[in-house]
């Protein structure tokens, strides 16, 4: 309250309706003497709510009886704009009546002011009405500051979130594929068919950011395996199976949508339709279908890219090969979305080519 005092009353805006003039002047005087300072006079009720209107305003003066349109009516515009910080009503009134004052409050209204005025009562009044209004803007204020923190630091978050994310698949790929091109293709094309076979837009977005970890884990596996030019030992490749495990553990823990998600494609992207794949073995429809989409876009990718262990394949033998694999390494259902869409993902082929050797 003291920055209240210090800050604020003294320029607080009050508006003081009227229609006889002589009450206007007067109560001017009155508040003038107080000290208050942004004071403005109506003496045409009908103007009020335009004049209210042209700035924020801390306390309204408000005569009821008045040719043409009452206090109360203007009580109740006021009430019909459902401003939160619509300011305290304080009535000037000689109406003693029970009946009108309750009329008054009912509507609205904060307290009253008797006429003729007394100077002590106007300022005891103004005054503790202006403290409990300026207390409230502050806080109205300051509640609105604290939200736009809150928005902006969650937007941050949520940025900064999804550039370590992209950041950590492009990590994964430098290891075996320098460009970083193969993540950006095979996340477009797991969105483009997450897109056909009914993913909401949603989705698809959180898609196209969580696909691209799908090897996260090929960083917890020794260059002597991963960078092997050639076919990989039994052994070796159980420690580059465990690239799935290691993913999905790294992504574990996280509540938020994409790490959930791109921890369950880490997990299930190299299990097969057919039971055939790892780590678990899952069969068919027990593969969520994150990891059936992703299978195909990852696949076809790595088909037709140089890996150190083999040359690119051509387009249409890498499509061949995935219509082979239908109902075997793939989704039958998926599999057909896909090879339904092969100019789209020709041109996602195109659009992140890997630049020339
Ligand atoms: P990757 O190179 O990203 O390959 C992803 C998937 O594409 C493979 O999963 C496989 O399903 C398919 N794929 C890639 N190249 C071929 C191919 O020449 N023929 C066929 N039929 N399919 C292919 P997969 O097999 O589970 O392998 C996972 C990862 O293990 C590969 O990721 C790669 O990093 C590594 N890897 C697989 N085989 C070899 C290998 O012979 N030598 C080396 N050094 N690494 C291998
Ligand atoms: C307000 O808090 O907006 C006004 C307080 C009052 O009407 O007394
Ligand atoms: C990603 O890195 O999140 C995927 C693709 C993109 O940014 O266009
Ligand atoms: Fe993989
Ligand atoms: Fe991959």
């Known amino acids: 309250m003291a920055r209240v005092d210090t800050l604020c009353r003294k320029t607080a805006r009050i508006l003081v309706v009227d229609d006889e003039r002589v009450s206007l002047i007067l109560m001017e005087r009155l508040l003038q003497a107080s000290g208050y300072a942004n004071i403005v006079l109506i003496q045409d009720p009908q103007q009020f709510m335009a004049i209210y209107r042209q700035a924020p305003t801390d306390l309204i003066l408000l005569d009821i009886e008045m040719p043409g349109i009452t206090g109360f009516e203007l009580i109740e515009q006021l009430a019909a704009l459902q401003d939160p910080l619509t300011p305290p009503i304080l009535v000037l009134t000689s109406l003693r009546t029970r009946d009108c004052r ?40 300051q509640k609105d500051v ?94 580059m199976q465990t690239h799935s495990t290691i993913g999905g553990d790294i992504l574990s823990g996280d509540d938020s949508e994409l790490l959930k998600l791109a921890r369950e494609i880490a997990l299930s992207h190299h299990e097969k339709w057919d039971g055939s794949g790892y780590p678990l073995g899952l069969v068919a429809e027990e593969i969520p279908e994150s990891g059936r989409i992703v299978a195909l876009a990852d696949v076809f990718d790595a088909l037709t890219s140089v890996r150190p262990y083999k040359p690119a394949w051509d387009v249409n033998a890498a499509l061949d090969w995935i219509r082979t694999q239908a109902g075997k390494h793939f989704d039958p259902r998926l599999t057909e979305v896909f090879l339904g869409l092969v100019p789209e993902i020709l041109h996602i082929r195109e659009r992140f080519a890997d630049p020339p050797v």
């Open 146 to 239: 604290l939200e736009q923190i809150v928005y902006e630091r969650t937007r941050e978050i949520r940025e900064t979130r999804l550039q370590v994310v992209q950041r950590l698949g492009r990590a994964a790929e430098y290891r075996d594929n320098e460009t970083g091109q193969h993540i950006l293709r095979m996340s477009h094309t797991s969105t483009l068919l997450a897109k056909h076979v009914g993913w909401s837009d949603e989705q698809c977005e959180i898609m196209l950011h969580a696909s691209p970890m799908h090897d996260l884990g090929k960083i917890g596996i020794p260059d002597s395996i991963l960078l092997k030019p050639g076919p990989l030992t039994p052994d070796e490749w159980k420690i």
């Open 102 to 141: 309750l009329r008054a409050l009912e509507a609205g209204a904060s307290d009253f002011i008797g006429k003729p005025f007394d100077q002590a009562e106007v300022a005891a009044r103004v005054r503790n009405m202006l403290d409990v209004q300026l207390a409230h803007r502050m806080a109205h204020d």
